[in-house]
Antibody, heavy 124, light 110 residues
Framework: QVQLQESGPGLVKPSETLSLTCSVS????????WSWIRQSPGKGLEWIGY???????NYNPSLKSRVTISIDRSKNQFSLNLSSVTAADTAVYYC??????????????????WGQGTLVTVSS | NFMLTQPHSVSESPGKTITISCTGS????????VQWYQQRPGSAPTTVIY?????PSGVPDRFSGSIDRAANSASLTISGLKTEDEADYYC?????????FGGGTKVTVL
């Protein structure tokens, strides 16, 4: 079973860039489409964006101007950068994998794999 | 902005059947797939239904999904409720180049 593990700072200052990495347990990084999803405390889920194994990306339109997702296949990792953060970006951030992409939408199919999540707090 | 609306909470006794609705704010919900996720406290979500009505391996057949085109809604039905089904449930679909989640439904097994 493929396992995902998020890592990165748990505290980020306002206006700075939030950076997280998701490590994939084996060489399955080329077999899935990789997303970042967040959940604000006590609230629902919000998709941030995804990247394919060959580097194609698609982002949530409401976050697109601040988001960059990248992939490093040699390290079995993919990463999230979210710039100009505010307190509203405080959330548990999950990395997730989809076994397929919906080609007609250029969006990931169901999220089959999930990391355990990591809490990122934006505060000075 | 397109929204998926779910009831805030549903409560029922063990052994009973519940249905959670997920209603699209506009358009035709049947035009894109709907997924359902279960999230227990302190844990990441897991898929219980994908592509409207399919169950991942390991998900019991007590869980089923359906689409009601007339109501522009999707539904998750859990039959033979067990205490282990107590969790938050989220629907998810697509609209306007975006992955959209419903607000979640808290299921309490009395």
């Amino acid at each position: 079973q493929v396992q995902l593990q998020e890592s990165g700072p748990g505290l980020v200052k306002p206006s700075e860039t939030l950076s997280l990495t998701c490590s994939v347990s084996d060489d399955s990084i080329s077999s899935y489409y990789w997303s970042w999803i967040r959940q604000s405390p006590g609230k629902g889920l919000e998709w941030i964006g995804y990247i394919s194994y060959n580097g194609n990306t698609n982002y949530n339109p409401s976050l697109k101007s601040r988001v960059t997702i990248s992939i490093d296949r040699s390290k079995n990792q993919f990463s999230l950068n979210l710039s100009s953060v505010t307190a509203a970006d405080t959330a548990v951030y999950y990395c997730a994998g989809s076994v397929r992409i919906l080609e007609w939408l250029f969006l990931p199919g169901w999220f089959d794999l999930w990391g355990q999540g990591t809490l990122v707090t934006v505060s000075s | 902005n397109f929204m998926l609306t779910q009831p805030h909470s549903v409560s029922e006794s063990p052994g009973k059947t519940i249905t959670i609705s997920c209603t699209g704010s506009s358009g035709n919900i049947a035009s894109n797939y709907v997924q359902w996720y279960q999230q227990r406290p302190g844990s990441a979500p897991t898929t219980v239904i994908y592509e409207d009505k399919l169950r991942p391996s390991g998900v019991p057949d007590r869980f089923s999904g359906s689409i009601d085109r007339a109501a522009n809604s999707a539904s998750l039905t859990i039959s033979g409720l067990k205490t282990e089904d107590e969790a938050d449930y989220y629907c998810q679909s697509y609209r306007d180049n975006n992955v959209v989640f419903g607000g979640g439904t808290k299921v309490t097994v009395l």
